[in-house]
């Protein structure tokens, strides 16, 4: 759950040697599917409060308050709450070492109640609020899509309704969304997760990210997520060992969830940044009140996220490459860097995690060029620069090979969805993928000259 968003905590034993201890929260096999899920935009036209998104929900303020106080002065609302929701606070902060003004509510929506509380309260669409969501973006979508990210829901309409889930609100009010099945031990782990994140819009964690990247794309958006989800998991994880009763850890639902969602599939996208993210913060440090220093100074880059390098490690290459449109019917209209995280979700779509890790391997920069023209869908140029041409090779190999498993290639070039899409290697290091209109992609001309990319853009 994302300071920002609806949250989830799901599950993997795999994190249990990684996490180094066993943990609490004993939990059925219906909850165990999730809770507390990976960060979720609502529907369109939902009428449900929103998650926090933006800066002013990080600078309230206010007096402190005791961190070793279990006195009631946390509201409790909505459906009964079968834990105390003022100690749970209470123990949060001991774990994170802060000392902030609590939440103003924590109200249990019986969402089982109201037909249209559950439906919206679980639709899955898990990326953040920013600039980079293909969903506030058109032309990002269609690309995502032509790429192999799969955007239909993994999980039935039944499944999602035993998810329990949280969200941290613009007000600074905490809203929980249990299933039918629900235990306190349960509730217990969703409501401390997204204490976590109060306490981390509280002291302006995500507005302090945000400033330390260079700036609003798809890959740092991946970045502070991993960072806010992990941390959260993080100390989570923590406060389960230290309060809890139970064999089970926050961190070990992701890798359990993971399971359940489809190869290449945008949720999968979403809950890597939770079990990528968890992993990343917990090399860095080993105690919930040393999280500073990760958020201070974070990683730049998903591929740090993903191996675990510090933030001054394996840094993004330079891009020396520009895009020309000049005498064309087409016209600029934005760039994004994707990243190594979302070269593997890509990838996997049709070739399995081994073979997507392979051909997301040795990324070292990248940046899609998105055309339009005055009607019709919009077109992409993406070029990557690799570490070597070893890892160009084999990016080229592995995207070629996706595609086949979606359209068989015609000419040198597939069809999907519409879109003509051709992978060219006009260098030692480089990579370029054309998608559009058949004209837009065989008059598109791609040349390196002294390691510098150009694409000169054509088609009427």
Known sequence: MAASSRTATLLVAALLVTAGCTAPTAVSDQERAVADRPSET?????????????????????????????????????APLPVNQTRVFARVQRVLGTNVTPPEYVHVVDRFDNETTATDATDETPTDNTTADPDRRPHLYRFWKLAGVEFESTLTRSE???????????????????????????????????????????NRRSAELRRALPRSTTDTSFVVRSVIEGAAVFATDA??????????????????????????????????????????????????????????????????????????????????????????????????????????TALENGLGESRAVRGAAGWGNDTLYTFRRASGNASYVWA??????????????????????????????????????DVRSPGEEWTVVLAGPDEFVRGTNVTVAERNLSVAVGGG
């Open 239 to 344: 406060y389960l060992r230290r309060y809890a009763d139970g064999d089970r850890l926050n961190s070990e639902f992701y890798t359990a969830y993971d399971r359940r969602l489809a190869p290449g599939s945008r949720q999968r996208y979403a809950n890597r940044q939770y079990i990528a993210g968890h992993r990343y913060v917990a090399s860095r440090i080993d105690s919930p009140a040393r999280l500073a220093a990760v958020y201070e100074r974070p990683p730049r880059t998903s591929e740090q996220v993903l191996h675990g390098y510090p933030p001054g490690a394996e840094p993004a290459r330079s891009l020396p490459a520009t895009a020309n449109a000049t005498g064309s019917a087409w016209r600029q209209v934005g760039t994004d860097t994707l990243g190594e995280a979302f070269v593997r």
């Open 160 to 202: 999602r309704r035993r998810i329990p889930n949280g969200i941290t609100t613009l007000f600074g009010g905490i809203r929980l969304y249990p299933p039918a099945n629900h235990t306190a031990a349960s509730i217990e782990w969703v409501l401390a997760h997204e204490y976590v994140h109060y306490v981390q819009f509280k």
């Open 42 to 78: 609502a529907a369109p036209g939902t009428a449900t409060e929103q998650p926090t998104a933006s800066d002013p929900a990080e600078t309230t303020t206010g007096e402190t308050r005791t961190a070793d106080s279990d006195d009631d002065t946390i509201e409790a609302r909505g």
């Open 384 to 421: 990557l620069r690799w570490d070597d041409a070893a890892n160009a090779s084999e990016f080229a190999a592995a995207f070629a090979a996706s595609l086949d498993a979606r359209a068989p290639a015609a000419n040198g070039t597939w069809t999907v969805d519409g879109a003509t899409i």
